[in-house]
Nanobody, 127 residues
Framework: QVLLTESGRGLVQAGGSLIHSCAVS????????MGWFRQAQGKERELVGV??????????FYAEFVQGRFTISRDNAEKMVYLQMNNLKPEDTAVYYC??????????????????WGQGTQVTVSS
């Protein structure tokens, strides 16, 4: 059974930082790209960034709105992926999800290519 479990603090003031973790089990972690997505109330789910699998270069790719504020990292031995969020803004308020995909590298930014998802955790940034 594939299981992705996010954890992390949920409330921070604007300008603050949070780190969220995603623990993965039930799949060969090294073979998967690990993405972070978010969904604000009333909006569609969107990509935050992706950590490509080691066999595809292992780089991290980010959505434009990140603007250098977020960092995604992964620990392949521990099957963990992390989302470090700095200089948070009220517009970053959303439910954040981690997800896993084996799609070709060209498709890693596409939400529909991710078949395994975590339950999501709320991030609220107060002004």
């Amino acid at each position: 059974q594939v299981l992705l479990t996010e954890s992390g603090r949920g409330l921070v003031q604007a300008g603050g930082s949070l780190i969220h973790s995603c623990a993965v089990s039930g799949l060969k972690f090294r073979n998967y790209h690990m993405g972070w997505f978010r969904q604000a109330q009333g909006k569609e789910r969107e990509l935050v960034g992706v950590s490509a699998r080691p066999g595809s270069g292992g780089k991290a790719f980010y959505a434009e709105f990140v603007q250098g504020r977020f960092t995604i990292s992964r620990d392949n031995a521990e099957k963990m992926v992390y989302l470090q969020m700095n200089n948070l803004k009220p517009e970053d308020t959303a439910v954040y999800y981690c997800a896993a995909s084996q799609v070709a590298l060209s498709g890693i930014r596409q939400l529909e290519m991710y078949r395994s998802w975590g339950q999501g955790t709320q991030v609220t940034v107060s002004s």
